[in-house]
């Protein structure tokens, strides 16, 4: 057995970084070795409760195709292995040499979702701008950054957890949480035992819509129009927060001259919707305001419009009166720690990142460059070239749209380096493939902001020879130069030590609470005693900083790319990447016990469709869509699980059953680039 465990038996509290919800987690170890692993009752993210997933990090840190060894691709294409120290120097040396040849700006680093969307995220940044290059890329490109730009832009915040416990009324739009943020489960629950009404917003029929006293189905991508529909509705009524509106907003009466087009008829024909379910909607809404939560998913990011769909909601928030209040949506306060990056002290004002230039709000706002950019720029098509990358805790390979675009940009790079713990379709493209630390050999620190709440993760196990993510980009910026100005701090701890000094809470403090601490207590209303962090300062339901950069002004609605391309040849219609409760994206398929649930890739489709199609159940289909061709099983619904005319291929697969071999990276939103991973017309064959 490799690795030992940092004790030689007892518990280590920690966190649970297998998905993004960051549960407590008590790790047990036996004889230097992970036994075992439990929810943390004291943790408030999870009351002790853990998915399948959690305890499966045992099952990941131990799995017998683990990389322990870093290898270098040969000359044949197969890969040898060779020790860390020939790995880091001959890596260094290259990138030292593509800087030579075309500049340090040719250099980019791409983060997965596996490593989360805080500090780990800071390493790479602080990284590639220490280096003299503006291009940071990751999953942020299609993964929540177009909601929080739609949020900041309209309300100055955006709170990945609103107040479920407390609200009345809670809308998920595109978002199905029993599978995908299970711990919202509890807060939801714990409302609808005191009597909150529940609709869920989905077109096809999922765990969260079942328990929903009202679940509208609406044709995908027009759920911008059900939005303005709802507004108009809270607005005739005449019983939105009129205080709130008048004081703290603008834009409101452009808002709602152009709400009066959006008629119930309207919007029926729009989406498809019986005009009397949304009627319902919307006194749903009406009599439980102002405690009304919109939790949007990630669905309505991966449309065209997404970003103005996403606005529009946040806008029915902004009238229903839940801008910082409680059972609406808490604006959350930070915990003050520094930053990793050095946007402000290297700007490299000089070098244009790859992509901002086509999504100036994406790079002003999040500071991020755009991945389908990045790819078109390693293809040559971008303002210069892109010619060596460091990918970690990703499988862009997998899960960016049209993959064999990113795999044969990745595969003509001058040098790709891989980050992993296993051999991936990503990593195997790669010049070097080095072992990775999972997040039971790191410690870090989880903001938790809607609690303002935060824990320390501690490091449970050491494997020679395996580099977390801290000491690869130290190692590195040393031996480039400038480690000893940018990466001065030994160890990650004493990164987390620094991180921590302004904040008034103490390393020791989260050491002696593995559950963590509240920095400050939660309090609402704050929009009254100072201004939303928006260009006004008030809540926006117009920007004119989005107009001055030629976008409309309003989250105006737009029909979806599927409506206005209707064609012959593609007449179905798919949605991508619905979530499976054991996998993460591509992840943990290599666990047998989950394997055996969903043991290959599928195509959802109503049985009329199937019908009609010639399809049996489980019998091979080939997807087509305007890129590609994919070849699954077909999975045949029960009637009413989805709207006719509808499938759904979940991602992750690799290799033939990959639905990213259909979705479009052509098409994005006009203001944050997302792709279109949903709502792709495709055809079906038998
Ligand atoms: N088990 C598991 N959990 C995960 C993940 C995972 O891969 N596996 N991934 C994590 C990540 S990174 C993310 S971003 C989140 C995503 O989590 P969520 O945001 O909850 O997204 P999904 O679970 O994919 O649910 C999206 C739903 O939107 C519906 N939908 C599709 N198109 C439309 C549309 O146009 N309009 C509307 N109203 N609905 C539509 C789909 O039918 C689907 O049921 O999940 C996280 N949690
Ligand atoms: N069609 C379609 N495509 C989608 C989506 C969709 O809904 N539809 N959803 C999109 C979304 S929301 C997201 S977030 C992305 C996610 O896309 P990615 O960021 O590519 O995420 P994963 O596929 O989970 O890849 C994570 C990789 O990191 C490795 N890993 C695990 N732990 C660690 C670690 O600690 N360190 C390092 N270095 N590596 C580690 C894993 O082995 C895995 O190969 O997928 C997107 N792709
Ligand atoms: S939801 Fe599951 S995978 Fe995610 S942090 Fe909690 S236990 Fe871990
Ligand atoms: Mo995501």
Same mark, same amino acid.
């Given at each position: 057995m490799y690795g030992q465990t940092v004790i030689d038996s007892g518990t280590i509290p920690t966190v649970c @970084? =297998? !998905?993004?919800? %960051?549960c407590g987690i008590e790790v047990s170890v036996k004889d230097r070795r992970i036994a075992h692993i439990a929810g943390m009752k *004291?943790? &408030? =993210?999870?009351?002790g409760r853990l998915c399948p997933k959690g305890p499966a990090a045992v099952d990941t840190a131990y799995h017998?195709? @683990?990389?322990l060894r870093p290898l270098k691709k040969n000359g044949g294409g197969s890969f040898d292995e060779i020790s860390l120290e020939e790995a880091m120097a001959e890596i260094a040396d290259r990138l030292a040499a593509v800087a030579d040849k075309?500049?340090? %700006?040719?250099i980019a680093a791409w983060h997965g979702e596996?490593?989360?969307? *805080?500090q780990q995220e800071m390493y790479p940044r602080r990284f590639v701008h220490a280096l003299g290059s503006p291009n940071f890329l990751s999953v942020n490109s299609l993964c929540y950054v177009s909601r929080y730009i739609a949020y900041r832009l309209v309300q100055g915040y955006w709170n990945? !957890?609103?107040?479920? @416990?407390?609200?009345r009324c809670i809308v998920f739009w595109?978002?199905?949480?029993?599978?995908?943020?299970?711990?919202f489960m509890g807060p939801v629950e714990e409302a609808r035992r005191r009597g909150a009404r529940l609709v869920v917003i989905d077109p096809r029929s999922t765990e969260i819509s079942r328990k929903a006293d009202l679940h509208l189905r609406p044709v995908p991508g027009t759920d911008g129009a059900l939005a303005w529909g709802l507004m108009r509705r809270l607005i005739e009524s005449g019983r939105y927060d009129r205080e709130f509106v008048s004081r703290y907003s603008v834009g409101f009466e452009d808002a709602a001259a152009y709400a009066r087009a959006f008629t119930i008829e309207k919007v029926s024909g729009m989406t498809g919707l019986p005009a009397d379910q949304i009627e319902e909607c919307g006194r749903l809404i009406n009599d439980s305001l102002p405690q009304t939560v919109n939790y949007v998913g990630v669905s309505l990011e991966h449309q065209e419009n997404g970003v103005n769909t996403v606005r529009a909601i946040a806008c029915l928030g902004g009238l229903a009166g839940a801008v910082d209040r409680l059972g609406g949506d808490p604006w959350p306060e930070p915990l003050g720690e520094r930053s990793l990056t050095l946007y402000d002290e290297?700007?490299?004002?000089?070098e244009q990142p790859i992509g901002a230039a086509d999504y100036p709000v994406l790079y002003e706002l999040y500071k991020e460059c755009n991945t389908m950019k990045a790819v078109g720029a390693m293809l040559g098509?971008? &303002?210069y070239p892109l010619r060596a990358l460091v990918v970690s805790g990703g499988n862009p390979v997998n899960t960016n749209p049209n993959t064999s675009r990113v795999a044969e940009a990745f595969a003509g790079l001058e040098l790709l380096v891989v980050r992993e713990l296993f051999l991936t379709e990503t990593a195997a493209l790669a010049d070097y493939v080095l072992p990775a630390a999972s997040f039971l050999e790191r410690s870090e620190l989880h903001l938790y902001a809607h609690y303002q709440w935060v824990s320390l993760s501690r490091r449970v196990l050491q494997i020679p020879g395996v580099l977390d993510e801290y000491s690869f980009w130290r190692d590195l910026a040393h031996r480039l130069g400038f480690g000893a100005r940018?990466?001065?701090? =030994?160890t990650e701890e004493q990164v987390n030590r620094w991180l921590l000094e302004?904040?008034?809470?103490?390393l020791e403090a989260l050491e002696q609470h593995p559950e963590g601490v509240q920095y400050k207590p939660v309090r609402h209303e704050k929009h009254r005693n100072r201004p939303l962090a928006t260009p006004s300062g008030k809540f926006e339901f117009s920007s004119q900083y989005l107009k001055t950069l030629g976008y409309p002004a309003l989250p105006v609605y737009q029909e979806p790319y599927h409506l206005h391309n209707r064609s012959a040849e593609f007449p179905y219609l798919l949605i991508s990447g *619905? %979530?499976? @409760?054991?996998?993460l994206h591509s992840r943990y398929r290599n666990i047998p016990r989950f394997r055996r649930l969903h043991p290959h890739p599928e195509v959802e489709l109503d049985p009329a469709d199937a019908a009609a199609l010639g399809i049996r159940a489980g019998e091979r289909v080939r997807v087509s869509s305007e890129i590609g061709s994919t070849v699954l099983a077909a999975r045949i619904l029960e *009637?009413? =699980?989805?709207?006719?005319g509808l499938v759904q291929i979940t991602h992750g697969?690799?290799?033939?059953?990959?639905?990213n071999r259909l979705t479009?990276?052509?098409?994005?939103?006009?203001?944050?680039?997302?792709?279109?991973?949903?709502s792709v017309p495709v055809r079906l064959q038998r």
């Amino acid at each position: 057995m490799y690795g030992q465990t940092v004790i030689d038996s007892g518990t280590i509290p920690t966190v649970c @970084r =297998q !998905c993004d919800m %960051r549960c407590g987690i008590e790790v047990s170890v036996k004889d230097r070795r992970i036994a075992h692993i439990a929810g943390m009752k *004291a943790h &408030p =993210q999870n009351g002790g409760r853990l998915c399948p997933k959690g305890p499966a990090a045992v099952d990941t840190a131990y799995h017998p195709e @683990r990389l322990l060894r870093p290898l270098k691709k040969n000359g044949g294409g197969s890969f040898d292995e060779i020790s860390l120290e020939e790995a880091m120097a001959e890596i260094a040396d290259r990138l030292a040499a593509v800087a030579d040849k075309h500049g340090a %700006r040719s250099i980019a680093a791409w983060h997965g979702e596996a490593l989360g969307f *805080a500090q780990q995220e800071m390493y790479p940044r602080r990284f590639v701008h220490a280096l003299g290059s503006p291009n940071f890329l990751s999953v942020n490109s299609l993964c929540y950054v177009s909601r929080y730009i739609a949020y900041r832009l309209v309300q100055g915040y955006w709170n990945p !957890c609103p107040d479920f @416990r407390n609200a009345r009324c809670i809308v998920f739009w595109g978002a199905n949480p029993p599978l995908s943020h299970v711990t919202f489960m509890g807060p939801v629950e714990e409302a609808r035992r005191r009597g909150a009404r529940l609709v869920v917003i989905d077109p096809r029929s999922t765990e969260i819509s079942r328990k929903a006293d009202l679940h509208l189905r609406p044709v995908p991508g027009t759920d911008g129009a059900l939005a303005w529909g709802l507004m108009r509705r809270l607005i005739e009524s005449g019983r939105y927060d009129r205080e709130f509106v008048s004081r703290y907003s603008v834009g409101f009466e452009d808002a709602a001259a152009y709400a009066r087009a959006f008629t119930i008829e309207k919007v029926s024909g729009m989406t498809g919707l019986p005009a009397d379910q949304i009627e319902e909607c919307g006194r749903l809404i009406n009599d439980s305001l102002p405690q009304t939560v919109n939790y949007v998913g990630v669905s309505l990011e991966h449309q065209e419009n997404g970003v103005n769909t996403v606005r529009a909601i946040a806008c029915l928030g902004g009238l229903a009166g839940a801008v910082d209040r409680l059972g609406g949506d808490p604006w959350p306060e930070p915990l003050g720690e520094r930053s990793l990056t050095l946007y402000d002290e290297l700007p490299l004002l000089d070098e244009q990142p790859i992509g901002a230039a086509d999504y100036p709000v994406l790079y002003e706002l999040y500071k991020e460059c755009n991945t389908m950019k990045a790819v078109g720029a390693m293809l040559g098509g971008g &303002p210069y070239p892109l010619r060596a990358l460091v990918v970690s805790g990703g499988n862009p390979v997998n899960t960016n749209p049209n993959t064999s675009r990113v795999a044969e940009a990745f595969a003509g790079l001058e040098l790709l380096v891989v980050r992993e713990l296993f051999l991936t379709e990503t990593a195997a493209l790669a010049d070097y493939v080095l072992p990775a630390a999972s997040f039971l050999e790191r410690s870090e620190l989880h903001l938790y902001a809607h609690y303002q709440w935060v824990s320390l993760s501690r490091r449970v196990l050491q494997i020679p020879g395996v580099l977390d993510e801290y000491s690869f980009w130290r190692d590195l910026a040393h031996r480039l130069g400038f480690g000893a100005r940018y990466f001065a701090w =030994q160890t990650e701890e004493q990164v987390n030590r620094w991180l921590l000094e302004p904040t008034g809470v103490s390393l020791e403090a989260l050491e002696q609470h593995p559950e963590g601490v509240q920095y400050k207590p939660v309090r609402h209303e704050k929009h009254r005693n100072r201004p939303l962090a928006t260009p006004s300062g008030k809540f926006e339901f117009s920007s004119q900083y989005l107009k001055t950069l030629g976008y409309p002004a309003l989250p105006v609605y737009q029909e979806p790319y599927h409506l206005h391309n209707r064609s012959a040849e593609f007449p179905y219609l798919l949605i991508s990447g *619905a %979530r499976k @409760r054991e996998y993460l994206h591509s992840r943990y398929r290599n666990i047998p016990r989950f394997r055996r649930l969903h043991p290959h890739p599928e195509v959802e489709l109503d049985p009329a469709d199937a019908a009609a199609l010639g399809i049996r159940a489980g019998e091979r289909v080939r997807v087509s869509s305007e890129i590609g061709s994919t070849v699954l099983a077909a999975r045949i619904l029960e *009637a009413e =699980q989805t709207l006719p005319g509808l499938v759904q291929i979940t991602h992750g697969w690799e290799g033939d059953g990959n639905v990213n071999r259909l979705t479009f990276d052509g098409i994005t939103d006009p203001i944050s680039g997302f792709p279109l991973l949903t709502s792709v017309p495709v055809r079906l064959q038998r």
